[in-house]
Structure formats: C-alpha cells, structure tokens
C-alpha cells in the first residue's frame, strides 16, 4: 500500500457577530440571485432565527420560497422530499436555516437538483456507491441555530436510511455551504438540555478528530478528486480542534445552565464552527459511527427540551458522548499522549500520569461533565440493553466511512464489548 503524503484543508467561510443574520438580504441581493431556497427547521417558523433571515430577504427585495418540511432526524425519505422541492424549482441558491438537519438536508437537496442520480450514487460506500460530487453546486449560506453539528464548516449530510434502520451519508467538500453565518442571537431560544445535547457534539467532534489516525497512515488515492474529506488528524486540524475543545471546556456547563448567558452562548458557536473545521477535515470514529444505531433503534426515549419534536429521539450529541467514555478507554493505548492532554485540556490533572491510565482519566473527566450536564447515565436510560447489542454492532459495521479512522481497529466482538461498556456510564 502506498500511504497518504498529503492533505488537503476545506472549509466555508464563515461570519460571526451577534445580529449578523440581519446581513443574508443583503448578501443574496449584492450577489444577484433571484430564485433562492430557504429551508428551515420548521419548529422555528415563528421564531427570531428565521423571522429575521425572512424579513431581511424582503427588505432585500430577495424572491424565496420557503421549504419548511425538514425532519429533527432527517431520512432518506425526507431527503428525497427535498431533492423533490429543489429540483422542481432549479434555485440558484440556497439558505439553510436551523441546526444539522437542516443545513445537511440543503446540501443534499442542492446536490442532487445540480446532478440528478439515483439516491444511492453519492451516499458513502457500504450503503451507497460513494461516488465523488461531479463538479460545483449552487451556493448554500448556512445559519445554524445550534452550538453542535459544525455543518456550517462542512461538506457533510447526514441522514437515516430506513432500511437499515442506521445513519449514513454524503461527504464532498464540494458540498461546503459558501459561507456560514455564525449568530449567537440565534441560540437564545434553545433549551439548557438542547444546548448540552449540541455542545457534547462539539466536545466528540473535537476529541475525535484530534484521536483519530494519522492521515498519513491511509492508503494514497488514485486521483486527487478521491481522497476524502475525512482524511485522518493532521497538523492543521489538530489546531481547530484544540481550540475547539478548550472553549467547549470553559463554556458548556454555563450555556446549558443560562439560555441568557451571551458569552457562554458565542463561545459555544465559535467552538461548534473551530471543531467542525477540525472534523470536518480530520474526521470523527468510533464514538461516532456507534451513535448512529443508538439513534436509529430507539423506542420510547424522550429526553427534556426535546418534547416538540413528536415521536421517541435519542439526540445526536447525547447517542455519540454516551459511547465516547467506552471507546475511550479501548482507544487510548494507541496515542495515549494525544488522550491525556484531551483529558487536561477538559480539566484534569495529568500530573504524574502514565500512558496506561490515559483512557481512564479521559472516560472520568467525560463522564463526570455528562453527570454535571444532567445526561442519561449510559446506553441503558435511553432504552438498550445487552439484548440489543448484537443489532447495534450491526447498525456500526457500515460506517466505514467514520470507523475505519480509529486509532485502533474495532472488529465486531471488540464493538460488542464497547456497547456492553457504554450501557453504564458512571
């Protein structure tokens, strides 16, 4: 195998200021677009985030038309509503109102109006036939409406595919939104519990991607085009993510305990987006492609600040930490030192500390912020037990995509084990 010797940096540009979602109009006006796409998380309708992108198109003298039947958990099915919506108007732009959901769901949406395909052809390989996205897109302005996901940054789409009952999706970064407006006003209307759900995300996003193998340690692709966007830590990510990291350290108890606490809020934005950028080229494992059939098997789980969404949900952030402290115990002997000074950057003292206790100290210091932070104490207070650990090693195995970037592999009985360690948390 030839290895990796390169890697590649793509991110959207991105805006931050509190009130800059007043800009949209503007910029849309400036740029000349005239047939332009506003999806919005639908559960926002009335709400400042998109009351403010509508009026400021209109004051703009911007022609929109709203697609407003985006899902909490997007699914195949739901996508393919949207590609639906797009592809019948051929807008020539697209703004992205809400949290993941709703920004991945535009991407999709934008891809396939741009180069129609069956669904399968572009969704990551085992699922889907991974092909790469042929050329450019429209441009997509995104406005996320949670500290979490990163999809501002990103050339990611996730989303449910119901067959399999498991997560899958898109990865290009062709598929990045042209600029992300990062406005911490727009999180003053998220629940305490919505905002430790999303921030967790950002935490595993970092640490995931600062753990994840060298991108040096993959097979070289073929051509240019080829190589992923989850290319493996690298010096460049390694940065964001820190950054990202320490900033979800200081401020994440503080944005879920005072909606009103407006640093703490803009902080958590700004580390949303650092990570996401840190990912978003590193990528995430384990933690990761283990949540996505937690989310996808769930039955009756309800967690607060989740209640308008109308059907059982375990929430991204909270289906990806309740595996993190597990995975990294199992994870930590391959790069302890990188684990530790995860462990110190959340706040523990690696004084004295040997390498063989670094999975440890890392699990203790994540479980300790999930009990602060009010989460379920492991797999088995959403719903699971060893019952159902055989459905969810098999929910995990095509994630190809995330998994095969953990430091260290996980076959199906090692993953067997890990959810067995994740039913309990602390």
């Not at 709703?102 to 085992?126: E, S």
């Not at 944005?255 to 996401?276: I, N, Q, T």
Request: glycine share 10%.
């Amino acid at each position: 195998m030839q290895h990796e010797y390169a890697f590649e940096m793509a991110a959207s540009a991105i805006r931050f200021g509190f009130g800059a979602t007043r800009e949209i109009g503007a910029d849309l006006s400036e740029l000349g677009f005239r047939n332009v796409a506003v999806f919005i998380d639908p559960g926002l309708r009335n709400l400042y985030p998109v009351i403010t992108t509508l009026q400021s198109l209109e004051d703009n003298k911007v022609p929109c038309t709203v697609y407003d039947r985006v899902s909490v958990e997007p699914t195949d099915t739901s996508v393919q509503d949207a590609i639906a919506f797009a592809t019948a108007g051929q807008y020539d732009a697209f703004v992205a109102v809400g949290g993941g959901s709703t920004i991945d769901t535009a991407k999709a949406a934008n891809l396939y109006m741009c180069y129609p395909a069956d669904f399968l052809d572009y969704v990551n390989a085992p699922v889907g036939k991974g092909k790469p996205v042929p050329g450019p897109v429209k441009p997509l302005f995104a406005i996320p409406t949670t500290a979490g996901t990163g999809s501002e940054t990103t050339g990611v789409s996730i989303f449910d595919y119901k067959p399999l009952r498991a997560k899958t999706g898109i990865a290009h970064r062709r598929l990045k939104p042209t600029l992300g407006i990062v406005d911490p006003e727009n999180t003053r209307s998220m629940p305490g519990p919505v905002a430790a759900s999303s921030g967790l995300d950002v935490l595993c996003h970092a640490i995931e991607s600062y753990t994840a193998i060298p991108f040096g340690d993959r097979a070289c692709p073929e051509r240019p085009i080829l190589r992923p966007s989850y290319q493996g830590s690298n010096p460049i990510s390694d940065l964001w993510s820190l950054e990202g990291l320490r900033l979800t350290a200081k401020y994440i108890r503080r944005a879920f305990e005072d909606p009103s606490d407006d640093e703490a809020r803009g902080a958590m934005m700004l580390a949303s987006s650092y990570a996401g950028i840190g990912f978003g080229n590193a990528g995430v494992h384990l933690p990761h492609g283990m949540s996505y059939p937690v989310a996808g098997l769930v039955r009756n789980f309800m967690p607060a600040g989740y209640e308008s969404v109308g059907h059982a949900i375990v929430p991204h952030g909270i289906s990806v930490v309740l595996n993190a402290p597990s995975v990294f115990r199992f994870t930590a002997s391959a790069c302890p030192e990188r684990h530790l000074h995860a462990a110190e950057v959340l706040g523990a003292n690696i004084s004295g500390a040997k390498n063989e206790d670094a999975g440890k100290i890392l699990s203790d210091e994540l479980t300790r912020l999930m009990s602060d932070l009010k989460l379920p104490n492991g797999l088995a207070e959403v719903g699971y037990s060893s019952s159902d650990i055989p459905a969810l090693v098999k929910g995990t195995l095509p994630q190809h995509r995330v998994t095969k970037l953990s430091p260290r592999p996980a076959d199906e009985d090692a993953l067997a084990a890990l959810f067995e360690g994740a039913l309990k948390g602390w």
